[in-house]
């Protein structure tokens, strides 16, 4: 398995102002501001041992892939051990690579080998959840309700005569109940996978682990962090009205109200984040995945905060004038807002490949959006996307993206003009 052996689809994705025809990464503290990130996922970019996975070894290989293709960093989802429920993003443990996929050893070569070549280091950090293999989790099921182990989960007992019932009538984001019952009564939440225990940011001893892990990478040399879910860890449950919300957190308010998402102590723990960021020279910076109303954008990505946030606004846009337009234009003004610069991102892992959704019928409306449509092609409905048809559109979007002020986001592949 090789992503970067592929036919070529479209050429020269990268801007590589700081890293093409360099030796080693240019200390200006700013380059994340303006910089091609490419995103790989480790598990299927580039397999060295013939055990059908990608592992960081293969990464390393085509460092000089990646440098010819002139990206300013690399970002790397999660590689760490998982069984996996999620494709990685249940951590077993924060501070390790997967043995499936190498080890400590073979990141510290990575990011030697990227920082020759003028290629910063981008880590995936999951704050929201952890697995429920993580040695704490495994403590926390071995504990009492009411103790300190079960406290830095979301623990409650249940509603109904014996507590056979859930404290709310959440569901997860991939289906089901967003809360598990264990043998002694109580549930836990998980805003996604079973598999994946929500941590309870208001206990101290989960907000200095996670400094300690981002002290750990950062002393392994990396440059900077995308964080995972990063507008969901402070959470208010003790209120009536949980029942009354969403757990999707589609149509989010502006004024921070949500129980689960966006409130304002989030950023409490991110100023706490960048203190630790200032503590290396040059600073460290993160980029935010924040699924928020985009009036709220910005307060992630200020200078005291973690620098950078996604404008998925952009990622959502149909390829129409109209709603690239307003992506572009809402872009630009939270930037602003911040004081930091934009961030354009058309395709990752959670959202199916541009190619793709240009190929299909765009209707600019925000019921009918065509991300929602190409859902539907996984499931044989609808539409067969065309690939002359979406391959046009991707090759200019891939020129609008590069030519916009700001910094671009690229999944592996784009640049091949891959299809979902």
Known sequence: MDMSDTATGIDGIGTGASAVGTSSVDTSTLWWKQ??????????????????????????????????????????????????????????????????????ADFDDLVSAAHQAGIRVVVDIVPNHSSNRHKWFRE????????????????????????????????????????????????????????QPDWNWNNPEVRENFLTTLRFWLDHGADGFRVDVANALVKDLDRDDLDDWNVSGDDLPDDGSHPLYDRDAVHGIYREWRRVFNQYDPPAFAVA??????????????????GQVFNFEFAKADWTRAS????????????????????????????????????????????????????????????????????????AAALLELALPGSAYVYQGEELGLFE
Do not use: C
């Open 35 to 104: 910089a091609v990130v490419y995103q790989v996922y480790p598990r299927s970019f580039k397999d060295t041992t013939g055990s059908g996975l990608g592992d960081i070894a293969g990464i390393t290989s085509k460092i000089p892939y990646l440098h010819d293709l002139g990206v300013d960093a690399i970002w790397l989802s999660p590689f760490y051990p998982s069984q996996p429920a999620d494709g990685g993003y249940d951590v077993d443990d924060y501070r390790d690579v997967d043995p499936r996929l190498g080890t400590m």
């Open 140 to 195: 926390a099921l071995n504990s009492a309700p009411g103790s300190a182990a079960r406290d830095r989960y979301i623990f409650r007992d249940g509603r109904g005569e014996n507590g056979e019932l859930p404290p709310t009538n959440w569901t997860s984001h991939f289906g089901g109940p967003a809360w598990t019952r264990v043998p002694d009564g109580q549930w836990y939440l998980h805003l996604f996978a079973v598999e």
């Open 289 to 306: 995945e924040a699924w928020v109303n985009p009036r709220r954008q910005y307060l992630y990505a200020g200078d005291d905060e973690l």
């Open 324 to 395: 690239l337009h307003r992506a572009i234009e809402e872009g630009l003004a939270a930037a602003e807002r911040s004081r930091s610069t934009a961030t354009w991102v058309m395709s990752n892992h959670d959202v199916p490949r541009h190619a793709t959704r240009y190929a299909l019928p765009q209707v600019d409306s925000p019921v009918l959006h065509q991300i929602s449509r190409d859902w539907t092609l996984r499931a044989g409905l609808t539409y067969v996307a065309h690939r002359e048809l979406g391959t046009r559109p991707a090759r």
